[in-house]
T-cell receptor
Framework: GAGVSQTPSNKVTEKGKYVELRCDPISGHTALYWYRQSLGQGPEFLIYFQGTGAADDSGLPNDRFFAVRPEGSVSTLKIQRTERGDSAVYLC????????????FGPGTRLTVL | AQRVTQPEKLLSVFKGAPVELKCNYSYSGSPELFWYVQYSRQRLQLLLRHISRESIKGFTADLNKGETSFHLKKPFAQEEDSAMYYCALSGKAAGNKLTFGGGTRVLVKP
């Protein structure tokens, strides 16, 4: 079946602009995770959803970052007033449930802030 | 706070030689440890997890709680093993999020 998909695959924006990154999880997966991977580093946790609610948003770096999952499926990561330091690959993952279920990753969105 | 350390950024070995990727962690409680792999131009995928105690593609990893390590090993490396490998940790105290190490790039030379 279809895996996790993310759009766009690449996004170039200017400093100060607003961006939205979309994640389509595997159908039926109730848990959805966002990670950020800067160049030369491992992925870092941002936020995860169980259903529609954000169960843990402790990884969001500041209040410019926000994520939603209004119907418990697709999720959107929103970044306001982008800064050059936000440039990274943003990864989405989903799992059947939380706990020990395997997380399946999407291909990522490469965000470049000029 | 939980932390995962992969001390080697790059491991270069010849085909048929053994390869060992080091992973050390710090965590309060009972962690769950994973190895993820990312082949060139592919997405991140689970290689193995310690609770499964299985060998995948010839790789094994043993959780050593005394040394807080979860090293990944393969006795005979193949060229198709060339990839980026990430050690990761999860657990009840960490919620369900994964904490990743910085990654080790493995290059298997013919």
């Amino acid at each position: 079946g279809a895996g996790v998909s993310q759009t766009p695959s690449n996004k170039v924006t200017e400093k100060g602009k607003y961006v939205e990154l979309r994640c389509d999880p595997i159908s039926g997966h109730t848990a959805l995770y966002w990670y950020r991977q800067s160049l030369g580093q491992g992925p870092e946790f941002l936020i995860y959803f169980q259903g529609t609610g954000a169960a843990d948003d402790s990884g969001l770096p500041n209040d410019r970052f926000f994520a939603v999952r209004p119907e418990g499926s697709v999720s959107t990561l929103k970044i306001q007033r982008t800064e050059r330091g936000d440039s990274a690959v943003y990864l989405c993952a989903s799992s059947l449930n939380t706990g020990t279920d395997t997380q399946y990753f999407g291909p990522g969105t490469r965000l470049t802030v000029l | 706070a939980q932390r995962v350390t992969q001390p080697e950024k790059l491991l270069s070995v010849f085909k048929g030689a053994p390869v060992e990727l080091k992973c050390n962690y710090s965590y309060s409680g009972s962690p769950e440890l994973f190895w993820y792999v990312q082949y060139s131009r592919q997405r991140l995928q689970l290689l193995l997890r310690h609770i499964s105690r299985e060998s995948i593609k010839g790789f094994t990893a043993d959780l050593n709680k005394g040394e807080t390590s979860f090293h990944l090993k393969k006795p005979f490396a193949q060229e198709e093993d060339s990839a980026m490998y990430y050690c990761a940790l999860s657990g009840k105290a960490a919620g369900n999020k994964l904490t990743f190490g910085g990654g080790t790039r493995v290059l298997v030379k013919p």
